[in-house]
């Protein structure tokens, strides 16, 4: 009898974070705080944003992007994980998967490019501060946003199409908590060469080109900050640029940990535990990061709130 040219899997059982069942609730807990505060958090600060004409500035759109983004791939990610830390067998089928992957794939490539104009952002308006209002205008700021989203979709065609032209014959046991490519390509039944190849220039281009972009704007950030003759101006350009850094160092961090590395068994099991920080801990943390240290948002966070109480 000849093979079937297609898959005979339809649907996948996601193993989750963890096999210990005295684990299962703690971090069910865990988690869904850690969803809750996300949301909150990200839902504020766009809020905020909107609310609050002071905020219409570049820096802010970027943020506001930046924050949507976050909502959306947890919101991708975050409710499939509680529910299987609550369920025998955590089933999600083969079309739900190759959703989540396309939308993971396009958040999270869309985040990076975001972050990296963030940065540039911060370069023209501490180096070249006289034309910044020319330089990042209104439609400047909409084209820089359009084109990382552009190339999140790009880069989340290109995996998702990779991956739904595989195989998956008996194995469906996925060794993640959710629907990554790694452990997906360790289930197929037919060839990955392409997708590894596919995979490895996506993203070492895009680490390569956002790293670069960044590094060489606080490069130029930090050789105009030493020979600015204020202490106070250097305080107060190296006040805006801290939350970004932090930001990016978690992003990017955790990411290269989780994703630059051979697809053995035990690396995929390495992968999952650092995709945690970018997946669920940097959306919690980029809404607070960026309100704690904010003077502009707190004073929005003091009208918006009088306006609401009076």
């Known amino acids: 009898m000849a093979m079937k040219n297609y898959s005979s899997v339809t649907e996948f059982i996601l193993r989750g974070l963890t096999d210990q069942p005295e684990l299962q609730m703690p971090l069910f807990f865990l988690f869904l705080v850690n969803y809750i505060i ?68 396009f958040f999270v490539n869309s985040e990076s490019y975001v972050l990296t104009t963030m940065a540039y952002d911060r370069y023209v308006a501490i180096c070249q501060p006289l034309q910044y209002t020319v330089i990042m205008s209104p439609r400047t700021c909409s084209l820089l946003m359009f084109v990382s989203y552009l190339i999140g979709l790009a880069s989340a065609i290109l995996h998702t199409g990779g991956v739904i032209r595989l195989t998956f014959c008996d194995s469906s046991i996925i060794n993640h908590y959710m629907c990554d490519l790694f452990p997906l390509l360790q289930l197929s039944c037919s060839s990955t060469y392409v997708n590894e190849l596919v995979s490895y220039v996506v993203v070492g281009t895009a680490i390569l080109c956002c790293s670069l972009i960044i590094l060489i704007s606080y490069a130029l950030i930090l050789y105009n900050v030493i020979h600015m003759s204020s202490g106070k101006g250097w305080s107060k350009a190296m006040s805006t640029c ?17 994703y630059v590395k ?33 003077k502009d948002v707190k004073l929005a966070l003091k009208r918006t709130l009088k306006r609401t109480t009076n």
């Open 38 to 105: 996300t949301v909150v958090g990200n839902l504020s600060l766009m809020n905020l944003i909107c609310l609050n004409s002071h905020l219409h500035t570049p820096m802010y759109f970027f943020l506001f992007n930046l924050s949507c983004i976050d909502f959306c791939y947890t919101l991708v990610i975050t409710p499939k994980m509680l529910v299987g830390f609550v369920s025998e067998r955590n089933i999600i089928s083969y079309t739900g998967c190759i959703t989540q992957l396309f939308f993971f794939f």
């Open 242 to 258: 801290v939350s970004h850094i932090v930001t990016v160092g978690l992003f990017y961090g955790s990411g290269i940990l989780a």
């Open 262 to 294: 051979p697809k053995s068994s035990e690396t995929v099991g390495q992968g999952k535990f650092f995709s945690v920080f970018y997946t669920l801990l940097v959306p919690m943390l980029n809404p607070l990061i960026y309100s704690l240290r904010n």
